[in-house]
């Protein structure tokens, strides 16, 4: 992936565990759209922003540190929803500082509001290096955190 995508500039939303399972896990705190559904939403809302979005996800660790390397590497910015991830991943907290530090956004997103549920999941190792997190807002929250990365990169 280069860092502008015919004109428009690169971001890529990252979902972590369980996150392909969307529409069949939890419809009640989740919803009853599956990811395909989301993105679709993602790459509409990029467009109407001028950014080329590339929505990913996976089960594996390894991967979505991989996929914070890169984005370092190839200067694009990141919507993160590290699911599970996001309370015991320090592999997955560096790598994500990793991102800001380079300068570049990174938007923690959950699609519930995790402090509103089971006490484990009450604290992100993900916020602290975060550039903001949006919880609680379903799907829109991406377009939430995508409003705001094209807010910070002045698209």
């Known amino acids: 992936m280069e860092a502008t995508h015919k004109g428009t500039r690169n971001v890529i939303v990252v ?4 996150l392909g399972r969307l529409g069949v896990r939890e ?21 109407e922003l001028g950014l080329h979005v590339e929505v990913r996800q996976s089960d594996d660790e390894a991967e979505m540190i991989g996929w914070m390397h890169r984005a370092v590497d190839e200067q694009t910015p990141v919507v993160m ?8 991943s320090y592999g997955l907290s560096d790598a994500a500082h990793m991102v800001t530090d380079a ?8 699609i519930s509001n995790p402090s509103a ?22 799907f829109y929250g991406y377009r939430l955190a995508l409003e705001a990365i094209a807010h910070l990169l002045g698209a």
């Open 103 to 110: 300068g570049l956004p990174l938007m923690e997103v959950h």
């Open 117 to 138: 549920r089971d006490s484990f999941r009450k604290y992100s190792v993900i916020s602290p290096v975060a550039t903001g997190t949006i919880t609680g807002m379903g």
């Open 15 to 18: 979902n972590g565990p369980n």
């Open 27 to 47: 419809p009640d705190v989740y919803g009853s759209d599956d990811l395909a559904a989301l993105t679709r939403l993602c790459e509409g809302w990029g467009s």
């Open 81 to 88: 929803n590290p699911a599970a991830f996001t309370h015991y």
